[in-house]
């Protein structure tokens, strides 16, 4: 095994006497050792040594001289970093690695792990980029945690998507050989990570923080919250409640009740027939998305019918039985476009948007309008139950009361900021001033009621101009 290994380090640049000293002196003797010693990622310490490793050697002549040391080039170490990282690939693939196997064209192979190991430890785990829980579509909730953790990486580079894959042991390597991932390693190192070993229990406890982060503030979080460490057992749990046999079959009755609920009676500016089959589409999908988890899925037989069952209206009546038993439409997008280019031939002008000019024209022109209809608040959905004729009765109606109603409301009338609201303050502030004029008088008569003052007291209540008036700074001394 030594032998083999210092040939595989002589092709990787390294002198007969530099691969016989890191084997023998340094100990490096196994792909292993190159592979699992945690001190030096860059080999530079490596490099330093076998270029001056110090110490006493005996010369030819046999006298003790100091050890000269080897040289070694900069392809030799940058060889040898990229064997060492390929090694530690291939333990994370559960893959097996000989010496013979290691050539230059071995190392150009797996060359780009290195700039692949740089951007894994750049990489950081942004907490405002998980992905949301939709907790009515656990099936399309399922898929986006799975994406996201393709491009979020562990503590050796490794997708914490890993820990998500349904089965833990993997096929032996015969089974699953390497050339069958097209070089696509990301995907390798997902389905063949191994869940043991320090590595996995980092990655776990990591995937347990960010599902909990997830799940905040959902029901989903308190079925996680008991774990401490166990991030691959509390996703386990998820995927069983919510997409367990129970829950799958609660959510397909949903969708299905959906799409048998789902009515379509004709174009109107709020609701067309394009709106109806998105409806029936939408359903499809989460329907669809439920096979994996137990659901037996739809046929396009019953697509058809619950689309053909929807239609309530009386100007689609030949289309429907044309498409209901005719084999050429035997499926549901094939019935959607024949149905659709008969609502554009029987009715073109009914669902774009009215403009200002067609403001003011006779609604439902050509009916004759029921007026038997009662006139109240209808809300919308028993509005498009109404007929045309009822509908334009109703309209009739309310306005034919405009003006004989309900009077118009007075605007601003007692309300603050109003017209008259503001004329009653003004008034009111006017009474007050005329009030306060009045006391002040009022306070100035004398009890005799002769209503005249004093010259001295004239005096005093006159405001002084300046100090020479100033009654203080004019009293007399006292004799």
């Not at 210092?6 to 050792?33: C, H, I, K, Q």
């Not at 070694?72 to 196997?101: D, E, F, G, P, Y």
């Not at 948007?353 to 439902?364: L, N, Q, S, V």
């Not at 007026?371 to 809300?379: A, C, F, Q």
Request: glycine letters at 8%; a positive charge; one cysteine or more.
């Amino acid at each position: 095994m030594a032998h083999a290994l210092r040939t595989a380090l002589n092709r990787m640049g390294l002198p007969v006497d530099a691969a016989l000293y890191a084997t023998d002196a340094m100990g490096m003797d196994t792909l292993e050792a190159w592979r699992d010693f945690h001190v030096d990622d860059d080999l530079i310490g490596l490099a330093k040594n076998l270029r001056s490793p110090g110490g006493m050697i005996q010369n030819a002549a046999g006298a003790e001289v100091r050890h000269p040391g080897f040289l070694i080039s900069v392809k030799a170490i940058s060889n040898l970093k990229v064997m060492r990282l390929a090694l530690k690939h291939h333990r994370n693939i559960q893959r097996t690695v000989t010496a013979a196997v290691i050539t230059d064209e071995w190392i150009q192979q797996w060359d780009f792990l290195v700039d692949f190991r740089e951007v894994t430890k750049r990489s950081k785990i942004e907490l405002d980029s998980l992905p949301k829980v939709t907790m009515s579509d656990w099936a399309k909730t399922k898929e986006r945690i799975i994406n996201h953790f393709t491009e979020v990486y562990g503590e050796d580079g490794i997708p914490l998507a890993y820990l998500l894959r349904d089965d833990v042991e993997v096929e032996p390597e015969a089974d699953d050989p390497h050339d069958g991932y097209n070089d696509d390693h990301i995907s390798e190192l997902i389905t063949r990570a191994p869940h043991t070993g320090a590595t996995f229990r980092a990655d776990n406890r990591t995937l347990l923080r960010l599902l909990k982060k997830i799940c905040e503030d959902t029901p989903a979080y308190e079925y996680i919250s008991k774990y401490k460490a166990d991030g691959r057992q509390a996703w386990v749990d998820l995927l069983d409640v919510y997409l367990g046999p129970q829950h799958t079959q609660n959510q397909a009755a949903i969708y299905e009740a959906k799409l048998q609920r789902a009515t379509y009676k004709g174009e109107t500016s709020r609701f067309n027939f394009d709106k109806y089959a998105d409806i029936h589409k939408r359903c499809h999908t989460r329907l669809d998305g439920l096979v994996e988890y137990g659901y037996q899925g739809m046929d396009e037989g019953t697509k058809k019918r619950h689309l053909l069952n929807g239609i309530k209206t009386e100007k689609l009546r030949t289309v429907v039985e044309l498409v209901r038993g005719n084999p050429d439409f035997d499926t549901f997008d094939s019935v959607v476009r024949r149905i659709k280019d008969t609502v554009l031939t029987l009715e073109p002008t009914q669902t774009p948007t009215r403009t200002i000019a067609a403001i003011g024209k006779e609604p439902f022109p050509g009916v004759e309008p029921d007026m038997s209809i009662e006139d109240k608040y209808y809300p919308r959905s028993e509005f498009h139950n109404l007929t045309d004729a009822q509908k334009k009765g109703l309209l009739i109606k309310r306005k034919q009361r405009d003006g004989k109603g309900k009077k118009p409301k007075d605007k601003g009338a007692g309300k603050k900021g109003g017209k008259d609201g503001k004329d009653l303050k003004r008034a009111r502030r006017q009474i007050a001033k005329l009030e306060r004029q009045i006391a002040a008088l009022n306070v100035g008569d004398d009890d005799d009621g002769s209503g005249s003052d004093s010259e001295s007291e004239q005096r005093a209540k006159k405001k002084p101009k300046g100090n020479r008036d100033h009654p203080n700074l004019n009293r007399r001394a006292p004799p």
